[in-house]
């Protein structure tokens, strides 16, 4: 009898955390068009909610144990449109930005579609590897991407602590597809995909 309450609660917990990240997949073409008619209040609520939801079913699938592959690709896609979003508020809402810092964004996009270039090259499908460092990345982005509509000024200080954690997931990812010859998912990071190779030779 516990045991079976045990796994519905499970699986209502899993249900609820894929329904949270559904729901941001759904808010970020609304945040588009938003944007799009200088909608700018309530942009950046939803852009807020959407960055929050994506911290709290994370902690959910962890705390209850109720990670999967789909949750894993779902949560994926879902943060990179949330991203897309947020960038497309900052090219409509403050473009000035996106010229002065136009370098380290052309570096930013550039290992991202390589990084998904060799991912969908090894594996026909996105890294998803949700490495330590990528939550690290994406608590900076979502700092950084909340704030900048909420201030009169962009934080650059926070920018660049961004772009940088970024940079070094992005990087890490790239290696971890190379190193890892099969797809696996919630990778910690490469320290220990090579810890646990040395340990096997």
Same mark, same amino acid.
């Given at each position: &009898? *516990?045991?079976d309450?045990?796994?519905?609660m499970a699986?209502?917990?899993?249900y ?9 997949l759904?808010?970020?073409?609304l945040l588009?068009?938003? /944007?799009?008619? @200088?909608?700018?209040? =309530?942009?950046?609520r939803?852009?807020? +909610? $959407?960055?929050?939801t994506?911290a709290?079913?994370? *902690?959910?699938?962890?705390? *209850?144990?109720?990670t999967?592959?789909?949750?894993a ?8 449109f949330?991203?897309i979003?947020? +960038?497309?508020?900052i090219?409509l809402?403050r ?14 996009l $550039?290992? #991202? =579609?390589?990084?998904? +270039? ?7 499908? &996105? $890294?998803?590897? @949700?490495? *330590?460092?990528a939550?690290? /990345?994406?608590?900076?982005q979502?700092?950084? =991407? ?10 650059y200080?926070l #920018?660049?602590?961004?772009?940088i ?8 990812e ?18 220990w ?6 340990r096997?030779?």
């Amino acid at each position: &009898m *516990y045991q079976d309450k045990k796994i519905t609660m499970a699986r209502t917990v899993y249900y609820m955390i894929n329904a949270i990240t559904l729901y941001r997949l759904l808010a970020a073409p609304l945040l588009i068009f938003l /944007a799009f008619i @200088h909608q700018l209040n =309530l942009f950046r609520r939803l852009l807020a +909610i $959407s960055f929050c939801t994506d911290a709290f079913d994370g *902690y959910l699938a962890r705390k *209850y144990k109720t990670t999967s592959i789909f949750g894993a690709k779902l949560d994926s896609v879902a943060d990179d449109f949330t991203v897309i979003a947020a +960038i497309i508020g900052i090219i409509l809402f403050r473009p000035g930005f996106l010229v002065q810092e136009v370098n380290i964004i052309i570096l930013l996009l $550039s290992l #991202f =579609l390589l990084q998904n +270039i060799c991912a969908f090259a090894r594996y026909k499908r &996105m $890294s998803n590897f @949700h490495t *330590y460092t990528a939550k690290v /990345a994406a608590i900076a982005q979502g700092i950084f =991407l909340v704030l900048f509509f909420f201030v009169p000024k962009p934080g650059y200080t926070l #920018f660049y602590i961004a772009a940088i954690t970024t940079i070094v997931d992005l990087v890490e990812e790239i290696i971890l597809v190379l190193v890892l010859r099969q797809w696996q998912a919630n990778v910690k990071g490469l320290y220990w995909v090579m810890k646990k190779r040395k340990r096997s030779q």
